[in-house]
């Protein structure tokens, strides 16, 4: 069998072998987004029975993505996710919810930790989990000033003094030393975190992932930008494999859209041109076309911004002034 060369036969031996309408999702996860993704999934023609989602995302929100999600559910029997770039924070969300994975050399999931803004900061951000391990660790240095300090008085004072009176003395020594610390934290701060952190597990349960899973995402990682490489995203998913030769193909046509989140969002469902009527557009959007890049330009810089909302995953900046916050088109030529 001979291997199609041009990039709409590759794109239609991929549809054909696996039987499924294909939609890229390039852009950060939102609302608005996710309603234009969800809207052609529902009026797409001559539905496929699967359904190939091409992620690449620096995250968002994780209501959007549950949606996503939920909603791409009801028009498919099978759902295999394609990462080729970044598919961070929410995007790994909406992994937790697809029957198969194909990763390429340059994907990569993230952590679903929460972010937060910095007091007077607009672009700095700061993990959710930064905070509940900031009191682990002063509840760990808190018992372990009270016990060294207790030892110390009891074999100092030859066990002169009591233990209600060495007790009350380390409580106090432990106290003032925790206290100008423990003041500065912030009882409504925790409980946010704590109830987006209650947020994430539940929408991962309902999309059917553990809770070792969910502890191992949420807890498990250092840092928000943590990579999880194909290696560990087949221990975290199971279902993970490496593109076909076919799918690599296909990766190279799209690499300038998929490697990295560009700055106009790509949110379309991708139709071979030669099983398109001849009245009939590629896609139903009025912005400019751009092509897809072959493999030998397929280097093209990020211009996403990976920005963060307090309470939410990551996300992008808005765009320009003047610009169309609708999707950009791919058209395959």
């Known amino acids: 069998m001979s291997t199609p060369k041009e990039p709409d036969d590759i794109l239609q031996s991929v549809i054909d072998e696996r039987k499924a309408d294909v939609f890229i999702y390039s852009a ?10 969800l809207s052609q999934v529902q009026l797409a023609e001559d539905r496929k029975e699967n359904c190939i989602l091409i992620l690449t995302t620096y995250g968002g929100d994780p209501d959007a993505a549950f949606r996503i999600i939920k909603c791409i ?18 995007g790994t969300l909406i992994a937790l919810g697809v029957d198969e994975i194909r990763m390429g050399l340059y994907g990569e999931f993230g952590p679903l930790d929460i972010q937060l803004t910095k007091d007077d900061e607009f672009i700095t951000n700061t993990s959710g989990v930064s905070y509940l391990q ?29 233990t209600k009176t060495a007790g009350e003395i380390c409580s106090s020594l432990a106290t003032g030393l ?8 912030d009882p409504l701060k925790l409980g946010d ?40 995203a087949v221990k975290i998913f199971g279902n993970v494999q490496p593109p076909s030769i076919l799918e ?32 009939e557009p590629v896609t139903t959007n009025n912005t400019e076309q751009p092509e897809v890049a072959n493999a030998q ?22 765009p320009q002034n003047g610009q169309n916050k609708s999707a950009g088109i791919l058209q395959l030529r």
């Open 297 to 318: 330009n397929a280097n093209g810089n990020s211009a996403g911004s990976d920005k963060k909302r307090s309470r939410e995953f990551k996300k992008s900046s808005a």
């Open 134 to 162: 900031m009191l682990d660790v002063l509840n760990e240095k808190l018992f372990s000033t009270f016990e060294d300090s207790f030892l110390k008085i009891k074999h100092r004072s030859r066990y002169a003094i009591t």
């Open 193 to 232: 975190i704590q109830r987006a952190i209650n947020i994430t597990y539940a929408y991962g349960q309902r999309l059917g992932a553990t809770k070792e899973t969910l502890d191992r995402l949420i807890l498990g990682y250092p840092s928000h930008s943590f990579v999880i490489d194909i290696d560990e």
């Open 28 to 37: 950060d996860i939102e609302q608005n987004h996710a309603y234009q993704l």
């Open 73 to 90: 559910r009801k028009f498919y029997k099978h759902i295999t996710l394609f990462v080729f770039g970044p598919c961070k924070s929410a």
């Open 248 to 279: 690599l193909q296909f990766e190279q046509c799209i690499a300038t859209y998929v490697r990295f989140v560009p700055e106009q969002p790509i949110i379309q469902q991708l139709k071979s041109q030669k099983n398109t009527k001849p009245d």
């Open 178 to 185: 925790i206290s100008p610390i423990s003041a500065q934290i």
